[in-house]
T-cell receptor, first 111, second 112 residues
């Protein structure tokens, strides 16, 4: 079983749609959680951290369920510019932050 | 702001050749990482350096060596390149603890 699992997609949605991505992780000792965004042929960049209480940043909402070892990302009112691959990232902090990446979920937003 | 700088951006090697990928960060980060990214595999950790003077193996270290030259620089060396090492390589850095990792722009390496 992979440490971090995501549906690879692609998710094809029209502009203005709401789309949700899910991610599960296997290591219950994981301590930090992130969503990264990766544009085609570019480096990953942090989209948002994920907190137990859930957090929102504009059109983006991230949630964490530690009991189910499950992370989600909700994008409301999708824009063309949201087209990218979204990477679920889990970290073990053992004196050093070991990041484990999911394979990513590809989102395509069409006009 | 330079952030994390990797060189070269592209490279083609013949099987058996050697090369060094260079990485430098100007954010005074303690931790640095080398990842490779392959289709369907996600980013996999090759080596990391938790702090200056230390390096450790990650998930896929075979065929690679690293050097943490100083706090800023962390290089990755392929001693004898193989076609299986065709990939996109990313260097990253972060501060200690629960923080964002910053990535370089990547090196696209093809071994023929």
């Amino acid at each position: 079983r992979k440490e971090v699992e995501q549906d690879p997609g692609p998710f094809n949605v029209p502009e203005g749609a709401t789309v949700a991505f899910n991610c599960t992780y296997s290591n219950s000792a994981s301590q930090s959680f992130f969503w990264y965004r990766q544009d085609c042929r570019k480096e990953p960049k942090l989209l948002m951290s994920v907190y137990s209480s859930g957090n929102e940043d504009g059109r983006f909402t991230a949630q964490l369920n530690r009991a189910s070892q499950y992370i989600s990302l909700l994008i409301r009112d999708s824009k063309l510019s949201d087209s990218a691959t979204y990477l679920c990232v889990v970290a073990l902090n053992t004196g050093f932050q070991k990041l484990v990446f999911g394979t990513g979920t590809r989102l395509l937003v069409s006009p | 702001n330079a952030g994390v700088t990797q060189t070269p951006k592209f490279q083609v090697l013949k099987t058996g050749q050697s090369m060094t990928l260079q990485c430098a960060q100007d954010m005074n980060h303690n931790s640095m990482y080398w990842y490779r990214q392959d289709p369907g595999m996600g980013l996999r950790l090759i080596y990391y350096s938790a702090s200056e003077g230390t390096t450790d193996k990650g998930e896929v270290p075979n065929g690679y060596n690293v050097s943490r030259l100083n706090k800023r620089e962390f290089s990755l060396r392929l001693e004898s390149a193989a076609p299986s090492q065709t990939s996109v390589y990313f260097c990253a850095s972060s501060t200690t603890g629960n923080t964002e990792a910053f990535f370089g722009q990547g090196t696209r390496l093809t071994v023929v």
